[in-house]
């Protein structure tokens, strides 16, 4: 027998180690199919889809693009745009600092994903292929002729591992998949952007804010989305589009610069925020807004126990839930046990106090375990604020707390005289009772932010992260482990108070059953992890976007309903194979869970 | 090989040498039936290096650990400056002994600046509180902090890479840069666990000048090595442990000379073993070798050092 070690066959391609695209097309001409592909992509948009206003967003008007139309059209022009940067064409360079072609590959690919969907959704929706005008096919086309031709550009081949020439066929079959799996991999990798240029500082902040309102802008647009269509189109654009602003390094490059200008990032993203209510019409997504505040800052709250101090908290929402009931109770609500009627600063300090005793009382017993031990113990510590809260309704216990009933018609809260229960005018912009809500959150937010940043970079912060990294030698270091990790657990517990004390007055009603382990709404403490865990531990920003994703896409995804749990644990399982470090990575993080990769030799200030 | 083992003259401040900093006496330490530990008794003056040799299993690190805090000895007490250890290891590190590990456990994903600002943590006060607020005083102890690590990182001649992450720097850094972290804590006396495990001898070397260096600054050293070359060149004093119990101890020519040194490292020859004239024709000329200059000793450290190496990190740090 001799040794095999010719590479593979893959789909025609020639011997590996050279340089050619997946799909057997000169490189020269699949370069201009994706380019070209952008350009009719976006085209066809502005044809007729379908015949029908059935469908909604009304695809049926020609020369005016409506609902996914817009997306595809985003996505065709990112195509047709990176496309021409490829090319070498001047003034677009700026675009594809780290190479062009995998970044052309996601955007064609979202074009492919974006246009395929819509096509299919009106098929499946309205009955049938016929329902579909020219437009649509033209549209399904062009896209796949794009994504073809990107696929045809050259690939850096990894160099396949020789044959065991024993192998069995089913061995043989493993290896060859494998090999082909490293291809594709290739494919979609690509190289480290060079270096920004020292622009003056002033453009810089003009790019900081530019990148903070796109991301304004796509946030409002996600959470405006009417239908599931437009979400899930807007969901796939947005991801794959991202993918692709990233492999060609622009998203690096922004991160540099931001880390620049940090504090000025920081202000601007509340700026940003804080326009968020002046962009609807309604209180409708303001609503949606404040429930992802409150959500997110508690997440941001659980990153400081779990992120820094590396404490796995499986009962943080009881926190939330303390904070919530002490504020509720001292509102002033008749269902209250307490005749007590305190101003919004003593309720919060009622609040944030309250969680923060109740931090020390099952911090100073449970933070002498390590690891599991703590993890199964606040846990516990959880389900018995729950339960307890549930007694104590003057039949099982002293009537506290009002039982399953919880307490209700808690009062809306009033700041320095400012009604937050009632919609007000500000300059022709009518402002309701939830974006009250959202503006006092968002403070609530910054402090949170605020503490996270300074306590992170201290010399409490940096015992956190030794008593995570290793905490014997950070014992043998003389840090008081103890005392350290009960600080972390008592701070992280005085911010979800905090938050606590605002959600009690935003849903009127305090009960038991909002502070779940697991639900289906989040806040729960199950979600509360995913979304520091989804995010990026360790960061600012993390905790921020895996809040904001995993509040939307139950929420705008209606028809997942009883699939939601099981879609959520699935895109979980898949992030933590492909992407332990969560959405935005912390760079020591990342380090953490890529031991094998090669890691820069200097720490920036960002991985802080 | 001209280096100078005798007390060099030790910087002002330090305290006056000759007074026993810590003292340990009849220190045991059980693990369930096993004693690891048996009655040592060890004393370190200040402004001396002490070695602690043994071989393998022989409790060395074991007897660090119940010095620093991470065991508490079954019997006996071990006292700094005379005062009984406390069993926290933290409180012991405050007390003024720091260690190094035999196994390196640094903050691997930390800078090697950020190490050694960890190593300040004892020294300095500043809680959640004044890290919220940042007020003057605490940009002060930061700036102090920043500047007390940067002069220990040139100490130790890393000041170069106190931006690089600490698990991207060479094994000899590493072990370098575990000695600034430790010192970091203003000790009185230095623990050294194997500091010179898997070094080439170049940086044998130059960690021996390095802890030279260290005495001066007023700093007892007690170190455990299997290298002993490195241990006769640095020790004013060498104590050798052999399952558990001290076998002698004295200054290098002692413990070199010693007959139950040499057959606890190398094994007595059996009565009636067919190898036995071959094995006590390879003892003498060891214990030969022992006694001759140290440079003709070098095959056998290095020996010994390859045997030892492959074994680095089985012993418990905990």
């Given amino acids: 027998m001799t040794t095999q070690t010719t590479a593979p066959k893959n789909t025609g391609a020639p011997a590996a180690g050279d340089a050619s695209g997946l799909i057997g097309i000169p490189a020269h001409i699949g370069r201009a199919l994706a380019t070209g592909g952008g350009v009719l992509t976006v085209v066809s948009t502005f044809l007729a889809w379908t015949w029908t206003a059935e469908f909604p967003g009304d695809l049926t008007v020609y020369g005016y693009p409506g609902g996914l139309q817009v997306l595809v059209l985003v996505a065709g022009a990112l195509t047709a745009l990176i496309g021409l940067a490829s090319y070498g064409v001047k003034g677009l360079r700026w675009l594809v600092p780290a190479g062009a072609d995998a970044a052309l590959r996601f955007a064609a690919l979202a074009a492919f994903a974006t246009a395929w969907y819509t096509v299919i959704a009106i098929s499946t929706q309205l009955g049938g292929l016929v329902n579909l005008e020219p437009g649509g096919y033209i549209a399904a086309a062009v896209t796949l002729i794009a994504l073809l031709g990107s696929l045809a550009l050259p690939v850096e081949r990894p160099e396949p591992d020789p044959f065991d020439p024993d192998d069995t066929g089913w061995e043989r079959f493993k290896h060859t998949s494998a090999h082909n799996w490293q291809i594709v991999k290739a494919a979609f990798a690509s190289g480290s952007p060079r270096p920004v240029r020292a622009l003056p500082s002033y453009a810089e902040i003009l790019i900081i804010v530019a990148v903070l309102a796109a991301g304004l802008f796509v946030f409002t647009y996600g959470i405006g989305t009417e ?221 949170v932010v605020l503490v996270f940043r300074r306590s992170g970079d201290s010399r409490i912060g940096r015992a956190w992260v030794a008593i995570r990294e290793d905490e014997t030698a950070a014992l043998a270091m003389g840090i008081n482990g103890f005392r350290v990790k009960l600080i972390a657990f008592a701070v992280g517990a005085s911010l979800a108070g905090l938050a606590g004390t605002v959600q009690a007055h935003v849903t009127y009603t305090v009960t038991p059953e909002q502070y779940l382990f697991a639900g289906t709404t989040p806040p729960n403490s199950a979600f509360l992890l995913a979304a520091v865990v989804l995010g990026g531990m360790g960061t600012i920003a993390g905790p921020l976007i895996g809040a904001s994703l995993l509040f939307l896409i139950p929420n705008k995804l209606q028809f997942l309903d009883d699939y939601q749990l099981f879609a959520f644990g699935l895109a979980l399982v898949l992030l933590m194979r492909f992407r332990p470090e969560g959405l935005i990575a912390n760079r020591r993080r990342k380090l953490e869970f890529h031991e094998e990769d090669e890691a820069p030799a200097v720490l920036s200030k960002t991985g802080a | 090989m001209t280096t100078d083992t005798t007390t060099k003259d030790t910087a002002p401040g330090a305290p006056a040498p000759g007074t026993t900093i810590l003292d340990a006496r009849g220190v045991t330490m059980r693990f369930g039936g096993l004693t690891a530990v048996n009655g040592v008794d060890l004393t370190v003056n200040s402004g001396e290096i002490v070695g602690l040799i043994g071989p393998n299993g022989a409790g060395k690190t074991t007897f660090f650990n119940c010095l620093t805090g991470l065991y508490i000895p079954t019997e006996g007490e071990v006292r700094y400056k005379d005062r009984v250890l406390p069993a926290k290891s933290f409180k012991v590190t405050a007390a003024g002994i720091a260690r190094t590990f035999q196994n390196i456990r640094l903050f691997a994903n930390m800078t090697v600046l950020e190490n050694v600002l960890v190593g300040r943590h004892t020294r300095t006060k500043e809680g959640f509180w004044s890290a919220v607020l940042r007020g003057p005083g605490f940009h002060r102890a930061e700036k102090a902090s920043r500047e007390r690590a940067l002069e220990l990182l040139e100490f130790v001649g890393l000041a170069a890479k106190a931006d690089h992450l600490a698990r991207n720097l060479p094994y000899g850094e590493q072990r370098k840069l575990e000695i600034a972290r430790a010192l970091a804590s203003e000790p009185g006396l230095l623990l050294l666990d194997e500091p010179t495990a898997g070094m080439n001898p170049q940086e044998t070397r130059a960690t021996e000048e390095l802890v030279f260096a260290i005495r001066d600054k007023g700093i007892a050293v007690l170190v455990i090595e299997h290298d002993m070359r490195f241990i006769f060149n640095l020790c004013d004093r060498v104590a050798v442990l052999v399952q558990g119990e001290k076998l002698v101890e004295g200054d290098s020519a002692t413990v070199q000379g010693d007959e139950r040194v040499v057959a606890a490292y190398l094994g007595e020859p059996l009565a009636d073993d067919p190898g036995a004239a071959e094995a006590a024709e390879v003892e003498a000329a060891e214990a030969a070798q022992a006694q001759a200059a140290e440079a003709t000793g070098a095959a056998e450290t290095a020996e010994a050092d390859t045997t030892t190496d492959t074994a680095a990190g089985k012993e418990n740090d905990r």
């Fill in chain 1, 227 to 447: 239908y599931d269509e437009l979400f899930v189109g807007f969901l796939i654009t947005a991801g794959f589009g991202f993918a692709a602003l990233n492999k060609s390094g622009l998203i690096a490059q922004a991160s540099e610069i931001t880390a620049r200008h940090q504090n000025i990032t920081v202000c601007g993203a509340f700026i940003a925020a804080a326009c968020f209510p002046f962009t609807q019409s309604d209180d409708q997504y303001a609503t949606i807004g404040v429930y992802i505040l409150i959500f997110a800052t508690v997440a941001l709250g659980l990153n400081i126990v779990v992120g820094l101090a590396g404490l796995l908290d499986l009962g943080y929402v009881a926190f939330l839930g303390v904070g919530a009931y002490a504020a509720s109770m001292v509102s002033g609500s008749p269902s209250s046990p307490f005749d007590l009627h305190l101003p919004f600063w003593g309720a919060v300090l009622v609040g944030a106090a309250a969680s923060l005793v109740f931090g020390v009382l099952i911090g100073a017993p449970t933070l002498r375990l390590r690891g599991d031990y703590l993890a199964i113990v606040t846990l516990g510590f959880g389900e018995i604020f729950r339960i307890t809260a549930n007694n104590l309704d003057g039949t099982s216990g002293p009537d506290i707390t009002n039982g399953s009933n919880g307490i209700s018609s808690i009062p809306d809260l009033k700041v320095l005289g400012f009604d937050l229960g009632i919609a007000h005018e500000f300059g022709g912009f009518t402002i309701g009772r939830f974006a009250n809500y959202f503006f006092l959150m968002l403070v609530i937010t910054a402090v």
